[in-house]
């Protein structure tokens, strides 16, 4: 089943310590120091204003500063990350792929896992060796060449270790973050870089030929084994599914993937979902000029027309057709995205329910 941040143990809060009283002949000394840090503890508070006729305002504290990425997290940080997040990498050994190693991650205790696609695509063979050592054999349930993303299903019941997927909602430029893949030889260690984000939104050509856009790039080393593989923030949460391809080093968002993946297992293929337009890019660079639409079409259901110019979906900008089908790849036929469009330089917003493009 999915595992989200949310589901992780909240970290132990420590029980306060309790201030001893003192005893015998100290009580007098102990009043008075009392009594000072009472007076200089008001005079603070008058000082700052926390008096303001309604009583005390409860002022929070920030303990600890923001995390100095500059070196990166540290051994302890990089092993702890290790041993929860190696139990759900598998290696996966290819007999007529692209390539003869790859890695996947374990993303349902049922033994599904997601993996990049042209690492297994027209393969006659997959076995997935767990990090144990233990050799499955596995099925490729299906591929989205669109993504370059494949789910396979490992062989057993389990159940099996798998990876937290999180969100890059929230992810910035800069942030350290880990690739975590495979060993290039089995058994042995999995391999695991330290890096950080480099940008958001490159569209690069995939090993299959294919454009593939709004993908994330780092500048962590990802070794051939270690394609498909993880891309994890310092707590462990997989932000990613790496990709190696003619020098770049990139990976999938985990949303994207995420979605991909339940489409796969559920339908065995990918529905992908559309608007019913054609658009260009705004001159601006911020929003898709409508081009046309189709007729009966969502977006043409919803009120949308030639010329409009879509800026937002559900929250999320959008600068091109390639950029507004990869925003769309996080939703499913049938549910309703919230679109942000200007027309005659007045801002609208409709509901628009989303169909399966025709194939």
Request: aromatic share 2%; hydrophobic share 45%.
């Amino acid at each position: 089943m999915w595992r989200h941040p949310s589901e992780l143990a909240p970290p132990e809060v420590p029980n306060s310590a309790v201030l001893a009283l003192p005893k015998g002949h100290a009580w007098p000394l102990a009043a008075v120091s009392a009594l000072t840090g009472a007076i200089l503890v008001l005079g603070v508070l008058a000082a700052t204003g926390t008096f303001d006729g309604r009583g005390p305002r409860v002022v929070h504290e920030v303990l600890s500063s923001m995390p100095d990425t500059s070196s990166g997290p540290s051994g302890a940080a990089v092993d702890r990350i290790s041993q929860a997040v190696a139990p759900a990498i598998v290696r996966l050994e290819v007999d007529g792929g692209a390539q003869p190693v790859a890695s996947a991650v374990v993303f349902r205790d049922d033994g599904y896992a997601v993996t990049d696609a042209h690492a297994v695509q027209g393969a006659r063979d997959v076995a997935a060796v767990m990090a144990s050592g233990d050799r499955r054999a596995s099925t490729v349930v299906g591929v989205d060449p669109d993504t370059d993303l494949a789910v396979l299903k490992l062989a057993g019941t389990g159940p099996f270790r798998t990876a937290v997927l999180g969100t890059t909602d929230d992810v910035a430029v800069g942030e350290v973050t880990l690739t975590v893949g495979a060993p290039s030889k089995a058994p042995g260690q999995p391999t695991i870089a330290t890096g950080v984000i480099s940008s958001f939104g490159r569209d690069v050509t995939g090993p299959n030929g294919t454009m593939l856009s709004d993908v994330m790039q780092t500048d962590a080393p990802i070794g051939a084994a270690a394609t498909g593989g993880a891309l994890v923030n310092d707590d462990g949460t997989v932000i990613g599914i790496t990709l190696v391809h003619q020098g770049w080093r990139c990976a999938t968002p985990v949303d994207v993937a995420r979605t991909v993946a339940e489409e796969i297992v559920a339908v065995g293929h990918v529905r992908v979902v559309w608007l019913g337009i054609r658009g260009t890019a705004a001159q601006d660079g911020n929003g898709v000029v409508v081009a046309g639409l189709l007729a009966g079409g969502p977006a043409a259901d919803a009120g949308l027309r030639d010329n409009d110019v879509i800026r937002r979906v559900d929250g999320r900008p959008v600068s091109s057709m390639a950029n507004l089908r990869m925003v769309l790849r996080r939703r499913h036929p049938g549910e309703r995205v919230m679109v942000v469009y200007e027309r005659a330089n007045k801002r609208r917003s409709a509901a628009v329910t989303l169909t399966e493009r025709p194939a």
